[in-house]
């Protein structure tokens, strides 16, 4: 099977390289002409486990394949896949000029039938508006080419994505035919052939259903965060509390962590977006909206309790941040707490000491230099009135408290993420503060 993607930052690359991996013979198009290059190299601009060799692997076998011009390898294609970014305007409405201008070409250049499938996350009705633009693209040209959109939104987890997409829990697919639904079943076949746990749906509906999942997830750990700071007040561990109530099935364990907030790629984008889409439609998310709230106050958390802790003056005071990533496992820093946190830092008069094992070229190339970077997590340590931990990556879970506290001026420690044991801190002479406790 020929496939193309539009698009190869993160969803599309990796969607590429794993249909190639399962045999389709596929085509990444991104108008980005040193991407591109670079990916015929084997360069890949992003940080995921496994994807740099994925990649290479299945451009030697010649099943991945790249490409600047769309309407080039078009008409080659049985299924074309849009993966485009739908950054967020200033309202939170999702900006959909890029799928849009997809939608034109393929009208602009379609010769035979082909199914347009929306990878991207993208508000409800976007699929109609797709069809509208190629419709109007072909009735210029006076022809009439038969075609099918139809919406798969992804569901992938930065730093475990390909075994996500290899060994999905479910896909979702929206489609309003059956020879769309027959073509995209032959494709997700191979990925689930023991369980086959496709979810075929009307358009809207798989549409409204990558927005709801985000969104309650991200309510979960809102309500969490909510519940931890109520801990503190009160006298008891978030800890405990997540142990009792993720204990009864109805809740279940996943996504009840407390920290210092979410951030990434899709939650803080897709939260917005929905919230746009009910105002737009004359309803208010009141839940959402304060899960929006909740979030925005809980990234400046630790900036308040070290504040509390110097009493207020933190002026000339060096803080260490371990972790500028949202999660572990990524490079990505979008929506991150640590660049909330850094601001506030720096306002604060602050000198920053920063680590993190792969996002501190992307700390750069968003805020450059106003900060020191080091190579390793106990340099970076050095002189330091105060450690912040804001992403839990592996390296980070089981340091070496001794070196920590003889390269530290004061022995204060920060958890944003309750990896750390406040008892076996405590016996190391360390001032411990965490979250909900």
């Not at 991104?30 to 190299?41: F, G, P, Q, R, W």
């Not at 075609?147 to 060994?167: H, Q, R, T, W, Y």
């Not at 204990?247 to 962590?257: A, C, N, V």
Request: proline share 3%; glycine share 8%; with cysteine.
């Amino acid at each position: 099977m020929n496939i193309a993607i539009v698009g190869t930052g993160y969803v599309g690359l990796v969607s590429g390289a794993c249909f190639a991996e399962i045999g389709a013979t596929v085509t990444c198009v991104d108008v980005d002409s040193a991407k591109i290059e670079a990916l015929k190299k084997g360069v890949i601009p992003i940080y995921e486990p496994g994807l740099d060799e994925l990649v290479a692997k299945n451009i030697n076998a010649g099943r991945l394949k790249f490409s600047t011009s769309l309407p080039d390898v078009l008409n080659d294609q049985q299924i074309v896949f849009t993966a485009v970014g739908t950054p967020p305007d200033e309202d939170g409405s999702a900006d959909l000029k890029y799928v849009l201008q997809v939608a034109k070409t393929i009208g602009e250049h379609l010769t035979h039938y082909l199914v347009v499938v929306t990878k991207s996350t993208v508000p409800v009705g976007t699929s109609n508006k797709i069809s509208e633009t190629i419709k109007a693209e072909l009735a210029k040209r006076g022809v009439d080419v038969p075609f099918d959109v139809a919406s798969n939104p992804e569901f992938l987890k930065e730093g475990n994505a390909i075994k996500d997409f290899m060994s999905p829990d479910r896909v979702v697919v929206g489609v309003n035919s059956e020879k769309a639904k027959n073509i995209l079943t032959k494709l997700y076949k191979p990925f689930l052939l023991n369980n086959f746990r496709v979810i075929f749906m009307d358009i809207p509906s798989a549409e409204m259903t990558k927005y709801a999942a985000n969104s309650m997830l991200a309510t979960r750990i809102s309500f969490m965060n909510d519940i931890a700071n109520l801990c503190e007040l009160v006298g008891a561990d978030i800890n405990k509390v997540r142990s009792g109530i993720g204990s009864d099935t109805r809740i279940g364990r996943k996504f009840l962590y407390a920290g210092c907030g979410y951030g990434g790629s899709c939650f803080p984008k897709d939260v917005k977006a929905l919230i746009k889409t009910a105002d737009d439609n004359g309803y208010s998310l009141d839940v959402l909206k304060a899960v929006e709230r909740v979030n925005e106050r809980q990234k400046g958390i630790l900036f308040d309790k070290l504040a509390k802790t110097f009493d207020g003056n933190l002026s000339g005071k060096t803080v260490t941040l371990w972790g500028l990533a949202f999660k572990p496992e990524t490079d990505d820093m979008r929506e991150s707490t640590a660049l909330v946190i850094i601001k506030k830092l720096l306002e604060a008069g602050c000198k920053i000491h920063a680590y993190d094992p792969e996002a501190m070229n992307e700390c750069k190339r968003i805020i450059g230099n106003k900060i020191a970077y080091y190579n390793n997590k106990y340099d970076a340590l050095a002189n330091a009135d105060a450690l912040i931990l804001l992403t839990e990556w592996q390296e980070f879970r089981l340091p070496d408290w001794d070196l920590v506290g003889k390269t530290m001026h004061r022995k204060l420690i920060l958890d944003g993420r309750n990896i750390y044991d406040y008892d076996d801190l405590t016996e190391h002479g360390f001032e411990y503060h965490c979250i909900g406790k």
